[in-house]
């Protein structure tokens, strides 16, 4: 799966949920709703369990629940009118803030354990190298000793 499949699908992830979160509200607890939302919510893990076949469980659900709230915030602050305050404003920033440092974290993970892997192919190429070098030399020193 390529990554583009991958953050498309944590896309559909994000938006079931928020979907069945508004549909509980918008609702106001009617039985509808709520089976509507319990539907919507295994959909959006589906997606999320697909996502993670190539995505990180750190960074995908960092972006989940955060962009999954701020899309509750915004429609609830469009839709149902409710007001958002400072504290909520600095909490939505600080958590994007959050999601940058785990991507930061991730991407900074992959390049080390890249470099390890080549220095390890590099190792063993030397190795075999190595191994073939000795091989010849034995193969030479028998034939001097058979040649003597």
């Given at each position: 799966m390529s990554l583009k499949v991958a953050y498309c699908l944590l896309v559909a992830a994000i938006s079931t949920e928020v979907l069945a979160v508004n549909l509980m509200k918008a609702s106001e607890g009617a039985l509808f709703g709520f089976v509507s939302m319990l539907v919507l919510l295994v959909v959006s893990y589906y997606f999320m369990a697909l996502s993670l076949k190539r995505l990180s469980i750190?960074?995908?659900?960092?972006?989940?629940?955060?962009?999954?709230?701020?899309?509750?915030?915004?429609?609830?602050?469009?839709?149902?009118?409710?007001?958002?305050?400072?504290?909520?404003?600095?909490?939505?920033?600080?958590?994007?803030?959050?999601?940058?440092?785990?991507?930061?974290?991730?991407?900074?993970?992959?390049?080390?354990?890249?470099?390890?892997?080549?220095?390890?192919?590099?190792?063993?190429?030397?190795?075999e190298s190595n191994e073939q070098e000795s091989q010849r030399n034995s193969q030479q020193h028998e034939a001097q000793k058979e040649s003597q």
């Open positions: 750190s960074v995908a659900y960092a972006i989940w629940e955060v962009l999954g709230a701020v899309c509750v915030v915004g429609i609830s602050l469009f839709y149902f009118g409710e007001e958002l305050f400072w504290t909520q404003k600095l909490g939505i920033l600080l958590s994007f803030c959050g999601i940058g440092l785990i991507n930061y974290a991730e991407i900074k993970a992959q390049k080390s354990e890249a470099k390890e892997a080549k220095k390890a192919a590099e190792s063993m190429e030397c190795m």
